[in-house]
């Protein structure tokens, strides 16, 4: 089966920076994305990473260990507006079938 | 003009009816999800189509019947509703079914009374 732990929420200013973990069990791995999702919205999607290392896309970043069954969504900057739930998301082997962690409450506080 | 659009937003009924939701994508998109959040915000998969074809079919009551008549829309007719029902239920699309970037709908909440 198929598993993911991230914490359930985390506390940051605005301006600070942020790093939401998460890691994983799964039987087969191709990759780790990453969705936001603000109160009342849409998950939307942020990065994917196939491969060990850092993926950056302006305030965000990506990091994943394959070996460590890991990896990190990282947040630059912080606004008000990054207030949301990050998920981390895995491929399994059955294909096709996105299994999402439980969620991490981001609150960015003045 | 929305990407993948659900109706209806909000549904709320009581136990023991039936109701719907439709979904439709225009991204040109060849595989269709349903998801399931909880109050506790946990995503769950549900169904999965491929070109109109049911891929993926988690342990879901038979009470949940999608249906896809083209690979542009995907409905959800749920018979019997249950007060375990109430979450807020997504459609999503991607270009093919193993992948990672799925565009979600805005989702449905329905609240069985």
Known sequence: ?110 | DTAVSQTPKYLVTQMGNDKSIKCEQNLGHDTMYWYKQDSKKFLKIMFSYNNKELIINETVPNRFSPKSPDKAHLNLHINSLELGDSAVYFCASSHRPDSEKLFFGSGTQLSVL
């Open chain 1, 1 to 110: 089966g198929q598993s993911l732990e991230q914490p359930s929420e985390v506390t940051a200013v605005e301006g600070a920076i942020v790093q939401i973990n998460c890691t994983y069990q799964t039987s087969g791995f191709y990759g780790l994305s990453w969705y936001q999702q603000h109160d009342g919205g849409a998950p939307t999607f942020l990065s994917y990473n196939a491969l060990d290392g850092l993926e950056e896309t302006g305030r965000f970043s990506s990091f994943l260990s394959r070996s460590d069954s890991y990896g990190y969504l990282l947040l630059q900057e912080l606004q008000m507006k990054d207030s949301a739930s990050y998920f981390c998301a895995v491929l399994g082997n059955q294909g096709g079938k996105l299994i999402f962690g439980q969620g991490t409450e981001l609150s960015v506080k003045p």
